[in-house]
């Protein structure tokens, strides 16, 4: 098939039932609010976001729709 560049709408077309975020931080936010406010299960590496304002708007995100949101922090 035909790759897709726009993820919005790979994500309306795919139905993943989880995704996994590998972005540049500056982009967490935006990606990771088009999957949760679809009710996708969110996997995505730190940071959550790179502002306070990004981080509630994800947090409020998650609790709203109900899935589940991890975020992986090497040691």
Request: charge should be positive.
């Amino acid at each position: 098939g035909q790759v897709k560049s726009d993820y919005k709408e790979f994500l309306d077309q795919a139905l993943p039932q989880a995704v996994y975020i590998t972005v540049p931080s500056a982009w967490h936010t935006n990606l990771v609010l088009e999957a949760v406010n679809r009710r996708i299960n969110v996997f995505s590496e730190k940071p959550m976001a790179t502002s306070l304002q990004g981080a509630k708007k994800i947090f409020e995100a998650v609790e709203k729709n109900g899935i589940v949101y991890q975020i992986g922090f090497n040691k």
